[in-house]
């Protein structure tokens, strides 16, 4: 098992899930079944504060600062990529709230609606945002439904006192969720990584 951030950082998020999900068949030593247990309680409080805040900070990014640029300038390809920049970041964001690891991508959105915290307003923007035309007339809907999910997120985040930050551009939560990581090393490190 991890015991130190670094180790907790290396393991990719969607192999901690399939070791979380799922049934176990047999395990008749309980060796399997302690770990899996240990690993249930999601990660350490300080990796998992540097996560979310590298997932806001990739959702400011892409969804509400890049995405607007690309549609004003009919680029759909890349208002493309930043939607899915966005919605891969919003998905390991909502899991984390819930203390959650992401599952691979191609099951994350089936199962986020399942989540208590913002998992049914995430799983309805993604959706929404996956059948909203990225060119003509039409296209500036896709940065309201983010600005909308980047809203609630932030209302969440005060909730929860992880962040002080009154406004809902999650760029500026990001530096707020990373203030309250203890370990120094792992605050100081690139805010985008996690």
């Not at 393991?11 to 249930?40: M, S």
Request: glycine fraction near 8%; charge should be positive; include cysteine.
């Amino acid at each position: 098992l991890a015991v130190s951030w670094q180790e907790w950082l290396a393991i990719p998020e969607h192999q901690l899930a399939a070791c979380t999900n799922g049934g176990v068949f047999e395990d008749n030593a309980g060796d399997f079944t302690h770990w899996r247990e240990v690993l249930q309680g999601c990660y350490p409080r300080d990796v998992r504060l540097k996560k979310m805040a590298a997932r806001c900070m990739i959702m400011a990014q892409a969804g509400q600062y890049n995405l607007p640029r690309c549609l004003q300038r009919g680029d759909g390809l890349a208002a493309m990529l930043c939607v899915a920049r966005f919605a891969e970041a919003a998905l390991s964001l909502v899991y984390l709230c819930n203390g959650r690891y992401m599952p691979f991508y191609k099951w994350a959105g089936r199962l986020v609606a399942s989540l208590p915290v913002l998992g049914a307003e995430t799983a309805r923007t993604l959706s929404a945002l996956a059948a909203q035309p990225l060119r003509g007339a039409e296209a500036m809907e896709a940065a309201r439904m983010i600005e909308s999910l980047c809203a609630q997120v932030a209302r969440h985040l005060r909730s929860e006192d992880l962040s002080d930050d009154p406004g809902y551009w999650l760029w500026a939560h990001g530096p707020q969720l990373i203030r309250r990581v203890a370990a120094p090393q792992l605050r100081q490190m690139d805010m985008l990584q996690g």
